[in-house]
T-cell receptor, first 115, second 113 residues
């Protein structure tokens, strides 16, 4: 089972460049989300989606865009990268329903450095 | 939002039980207690969750205090693969906050061979 797949695993950008972090899941989960994790810290929620065509902001949304055109994919876009966005990015998914009982499944992360 | 307090780090000998504590004195009656762990260079992994009663699964046990102001994650026999950061997280059962996991810094568990 593939689960949650994130690409790329590593990326180095220059300030001002744009890029898209990819996230795909094969479990038919309605809920998907993006987190960032800075060194020595816990994860912080960037954006989330409860289904195709529906997205909402999390705790730290500034500088990031998302869209959800299919159930399987939830890309995260950095329009103009800044050094403060250097971090490890994790994508997660889960079924909805009684959502507080549903474990979230995480990908292995994308390590992003912005020079 | 209700917060959790965990020790920064703990050590355990291999093959011994480990008790990881979590305080959540401001927990509301409808908050679930979730535990995740994060192995080095990996994404978080679900371990267990509960509301009021103690819970067991193949990975661990969760003991919840009667007043729900604290809980303990129990690993019955620590292995080297259990070395990770363990996060205790409260999830509201309803509302916008129920969608997200709010991670603190967790407890870094070291397992000594």
């Amino acid at each position: 089972n593939a689960g949650v797949t994130q690409t790329p695993k590593f990326q180095v950008l220059k300030t001002g460049q744009s890029m898209t972090l990819q996230c795909a899941q094969d479990m038919n989960h309605e809920y998907m989300s993006w987190y960032r994790q800075d060194p020595g810290m816990g994860l912080r929620l960037i954006h989330y989606s409860v289904g195709a065509g529906i997205t909402d902001q999390g705790e730290v949304p500034n500088g990031y865009n998302v869209s959800r055109s299919t159930t399987e994919d939830f890309p995260l876009r950095l329009l103009s990268a800044a050094p403060s966005q250097t971090s490890v990015y994790f994508c997660a998914s889960s079924p909805l329903g009684v959502h507080s009982n549903q474990p979230q499944h995480f990908g292995d992360g994308t390590r992003l450095s912005i020079l | 939002d209700a917060k959790t307090t965990q020790p920064n780090s703990m050590e355990s000998n291999e093959e011994e039980p480990v008790h990881l504590p979590c305080n959540h004195s401001t927990i509301s009656g409808t908050d679930y207690i979730h535990w995740y762990r994060q192995l080095p260079s990996q994404g978080p992994e679900y371990v267990i969750h509960g509301l009021t009663s103690n819970v067991n699964n193949r990975m661990a046990s969760l003991a919840i205090a009667e007043d729900r102001k604290s809980s303990t994650l129990i690993l019955h026999r620590a292995t080297l693969r259990d070395a990770a950061v363990y996060y205790c997280i409260l999830r509201p059962s309803r509302g916008a906050g129920s969608y997200q996991l709010t991670f603190g810094k967790g407890t870094k568990l070291s397992v000594i061979p």
